[in-house]
């Protein structure tokens, strides 16, 4: 049985819980990626105009980008919400694709940079504000932008070599409660319940709102499928055609806000 579902908004993470998350991810990205036979790395990613080595790249940049941002001065605008950054990515799309190509022509991978940036956030505190590439954030909202990036791109290294990525749970969980909350800020309303067991369930969309029973409106899918929806890499009608998304009811069609990364 899912969860409860819950008001609209960014729900908070426990900071402990969440930097665990993380560094578990990342280090299980370093192990993946360090296991890429060499010889597909020419072979395209699954992101347009990525090659696998792009990939591993840009996701050794992501984490790289954390020492940098850090290094910076402490900026005086006010921070952005994790909200806000999951609408800002598309902007910064040329900038990062370039960005990737650069490490990737110098052989960047997770490796380079896990160990180092581990450390360097231990003596980090949560309410510090930084530089990030969208914006200003307080450190501990940059850290979910870290995670959920991580998970996606795990995903798509999945989708792109065909092996299983051994997600860690706990970041898997939070990426997918994070970008469901997003989906709830985006599109507030209590019409539409959306349940991706075993880890979140939302009510969003507006119309009349239900109390008791099964809502007359309901989306249900798995985490992986959400994660794809979300960060634009799977399509609605497809999803729902296949299966891998199970609609019921006239308003359960999240396509007007999907991707919400972007």
């Not at 990205?29 to 990525?50: H, Y």
């Not at 605008?77 to 990737?104: F, H, N, R, Y």
């Not at 979140?200 to 929806?229: F, I, M, S």
């Amino acid at each position: 049985m899912p969860p409860a579902a819950r008001t609209p908004g960014i729900r908070p993470i426990d900071p402990a819980r969440l930097r665990a998350a993380l560094f578990a991810e990342w280090r299980a990205l370093v192990e993946f990626t360090d296991a890429i036979d060499p010889a597909l790395r020419s072979e395209p990613s699954g992101l347009e105009g990525w090659a696998l080595a792009d990939l591993v790249a840009h996701v050794g940049g992501g984490v790289e980008a954390v020492s940098r941002w850090l290094a910076l001065p402490t900026p005086s605008d006010k921070p952005i919400t994790v909200e806000q950054w999951a609408g800002g990515t598309a902007a910064a799309a040329e900038a990062i694709a370039e960005m990737a190509a650069e490490l990737s022509e110098k052989g960047v991978t997770p490796a380079d940079y896990v160990e180092d940036t581990v450390k360097l956030l231990a003596e980090t505190p949560d309410t510090r504000i930084t530089v990030t590439r969208v914006g200003p954030m307080r450190v501990a909202d940059m850290l979910v932008t870290r995670l959920v990036e991580a998970v996606v791109h795990a995903d798509d290294l999945e989708r792109a070599t065909g092996t299983a990525f051994p997600h860690d749970r706990q970041a898997l969980a939070i990426a997918t409660r994070v970008l469901a909350d997003v989906l709830a800020v985006r599109a507030p309303g209590h019409s539409v319940e959306v349940r991706i067991p075993p880890f979140a369930v939302v009510q969003c969309v507006e119309g009349p709102k239900h109390t008791r029973g099964t809502p007359p409106n309901v989306v249900e899918t798995d985490a992986r499928t959400w994660l794809r929806l979300a960060a634009g890499r799977l399509a609605w009608v497809p999803a729902v055609d296949d299966g891998t998304v199970r609609a019921s009811g006239e308003r359960a069609d999240l396509s007007p806000w999907l991707p919400l990364l972007g």
